[in-house]
């Protein structure tokens, strides 16, 4: 009697995981399928594209799109290809996610570690940050940025990037921080330890986990960011993402399509790369310190 | 010249007074426990003596060198928290070396450092592991190895067996006392534990709401406390209060009782002077419950041992002792009684009564009256 319904139950269970790992599926290749087409369209010929199916696998693997792409692909006058603009956006967003997630994590240390007056009322104007759209922060920091005289520069780029992304840094190290015991500062100002000592000992060894989450979330966000590219910077010093609009969209010639997906995947690499590196700490250190250890 | 001297501290939040003039002094090698109810401003009062809170008002000297404006570095004191506050990043080893390093401290100084504290506390087999790695008597342990390591001149104890099981908060007691007894440093050591406060202390600082209400040895502020809060913060059980009239009987000043069965009178130790000007009025009476028991412990030889027989209300064996509950003036009163004495509850039994300890308050004012 007792093994029936034990039985049973098992058959039910059964059941229900092969419509749970279904519906996972089906809906995986739901978001699947866009890169699919990208990923068979960029290694097939010209010729394929125009005669063949969206979905259907190439007869014939080439990478010459690739090539092209990352090469020789014409913008307008310029035919290097995505290869220049690549590192265009690596030598502006490396230095902004550095600068942005260190000056993120000496804020939250002050924030609450090294409580003052009004700490709580900064930190509250700084969430604000997180809420002001590119959009808005355009002119002002257009004219800060020729007060500044680094307009048109990666300097300038870098500044943008790094003052528009301190609210949301800030907010994850804040977060973060809150959990750290301030005994524990207690005990290391007694150890004779300074501010910038805690910091640096005592405070960041204990980062990893946020410091993966701060990374990525910054290195997505500039990476991908288009409207302050292409508005800050001119020319030669485009970041990926402008250079790939203009690619996609020239309107002279054949459109090819191969060398469009390939360009997009291109610029879509980096960004999947640090997912794939650092991805597993990511949920791990957005919920770290939520909970009280 | 004192270990550690504090004079007229006050400490203020805003408009809020935390502490309220605090005296006190500590000699060299003296173990010193600040015992009070949470909110009494022990825990203020440690960390002003660290640095880690700023002084109001008055001034604090460690070693006859007033204090008030060097940081905690300078102060030559360790402190050990509640939480242990180890760096979990550090193994035991780096934990324990950290206040040298930061000191610049010599390889042969950390060495012979090291070597020490792994000596005193035993741990020598610790020295590689994480704190995660670590049992909670095993964390509080290296926080004290932290301490130690520098040598200092005064020990800050912040809490530091709240966080335990209460059979490890015994054993680690033993330990804190051990130590002790081993360095000679000079430690003021901060509980809500009166039982740790008594067990641990050469003298006690007995607080409440931001003052010092009685320092003394354990057995001082036990056995002779100034006010009603004391009497009955030190002690477990606690000390029973019996309101009464004062009578004179005899030419002798004393109170008068009542259990179920009638009245009586309890004549007060001939040194307590002050009961006379309470006359007419009513007072409290103090006793502790051991001074309630079933077996005259002197044979008839104490002229103050009282025979009184009372109606046992109810009935508590914890072990060593049976606790039982009589009730005099209306009032629940606790006598500790040999284990072997097992009284039916309802009952009414012989029992004898201490008169020599017996202590009075004011019911107004809460001080004792002597």
């Known amino acids: 009697m007792v093994d029936h319904v034990r039985a049973e139950s098992a058959g039910t269970r059964v059941a229900w995981r092969v419509i749970v790992y279904g519906l996972l599926i089906l809906v995986a290749m739901y978001y699947l399928v866009p890169l699919f087409v990208m990923l068979t369209t960029s290694v097939k010929t010209l010729d394929e594209i125009r005669t063949g199916n969206l979905i259907s696998l190439p007869t014939q693997v080439t990478f010459d799109a690739w090539a092209k792409a990352w090469g020789s692909a014409c913008t307008g006058a310029d035919c290097g290809g995505l290869k220049g603009n690549f590192w265009n956006s690596m030598r502006f967003v490396l230095p902004a996610v550095a600068i942005s997630t260190l000056i993120g994590a000496f804020n939250g240390y002050v924030l609450t570690q090294w409580r003052f007056r009004g700490s709580d009322m900064l930190f509250t104007i700084l969430l604000v940050g997180c809420f002001i759209p590119f959009q808005v922060v355009l002119l002002p920091m257009a004219q800060t940025l020729g007060w500044l005289g680094l307009a048109n520069t990666t300097a300038g780029l870098v500044f943008v990037h790094v003052v528009y992304g301190l609210a949301f840094t800030t907010l994850f190290f804040r977060n973060f921080y809150v959990s750290v015991p301030e005994e524990m500062v207690k005990a290391a100002r007694i150890d004779g330890a300074g501010f910038f000592t805690i910091f640096w000992r005592i405070i960041l060894p204990l980062s990893p986990p946020i410091i993966v989450v701060c990374v990525i979330w910054q290195f997505t966000q500039i990476w991908n960011d288009f409207l302050f590219g292409v508005v800050f910077s001119s020319g030669e010093r485009q970041p990926i993402t402008v250079a790939l609009n203009n690619l996609v969209n020239t309107s002279t010639g054949v459109k090819e399509y191969n060398v469009d997906m390939a360009a997009a995947i291109i610029a879509a690499l980096p960004t999947l790369f640090v997912y794939v590196v650092a991805g597993k700490y990511f949920v791990r250190g957005l919920t770290a310190g939520s909970v009280k250890g | ?370």
Not at chain 2, 41 to 62: C, F, R, V
Not at chain 2, 110 to 115: G, K, N
Not at chain 2, 318 to 344: E, W, Y
């Open chain 2, 1 to 370: 010249m004192g270990a550690l001297s504090i004079r007229n501290v006050v400490k203020r939040y805003g408009e809020t007074t935390i502490l309220k003039q605090i005296n006190l002094e500590v000699r060299e090698g003296e173990f010193v426990i600040l015992v009070g109810p949470s909110g009494c401003g022990k825990s203020t009062l440690l960390n002003m003596i660290a640095g880690l809170d700023s002084i109001s008002e008055g001034e604090i000297a460690i070693g006859g060198r007033v204090v008030n404006d060097l940081p905690p570095k300078d102060r030559d004191i360790a402190m050990v928290f509640q939480s242990y506050a180890l760096y979990p990043t550090m193994n035991v080893r780096e934990n324990i070396l950290f206040g040298l390093r930061i000191r610049k401290a010599t390889q042969r100084q950390m060495d012979d450092a090291l070597a020490r504290v792994a000596k005193t506390l035993q741990m020598e087999h610790l020295l590689d592991r994480k704190p995660s790695q670590l049992s909670g008597g095993q964390r509080q342990r290296v926080a004290m190895g932290r301490a130690l390591a520098r040598d200092p001149s005064l020990f800050l104890f912040d809490e530091p067996l709240s966080n335990l099981d209460a059979k490890l908060r015994v054993d680690m007691r033993t330990e804190i006392k051990l130590l002790h007894e081993r360095v000679k440093t000079t430690i003021v050591y901060v509980t809500h534990d009166q039982i740790e406060a008594m067990t641990l202390g050469d003298r006690i600082v007995v607080m409440k709401e931001g003052e010092v209400r009685q320092v003394g040895t354990p057995q001082e502020v036990y056995d002779d406390p100034d006010d009603l809060f004391v009497a009955g913060f030190i002690g477990s059980p606690s000390m029973n209060f019996v309101r009464c009239a004062v009578e004179f009987r005899d030419g002798h000043s004393g109170v008068k009782l009542r259990d179920g069965n009638g009245e009586f009178f309890f004549p007060a130790p001939p040194e307590v002077a002050g009961l006379p000007t309470h006359a007419g009025g009513e007072v409290l009476l103090g006793i502790r419950p051991e001074q309630i028991t079933d077996k005259d412990p002197w044979g008839g030889q104490n002229p103050h041992a009282r025979l009184q027989p009372a109606k046992i209300e109810v009935v508590q064996p914890t072990g060593p002792d049976t606790l039982v509950l009589i009730h005099l003036n209306g009032t629940s009163v606790t006598c500790r009684l040999h284990p072997s004495a097992m009284p039916r509850a309802g009952a009414t039994m012989n029992l004898v009564f201490d008169l020599s300890k017996l202590v009075f308050f004011d019911p107004k004012s809460e001080k004792r009256i002597r």
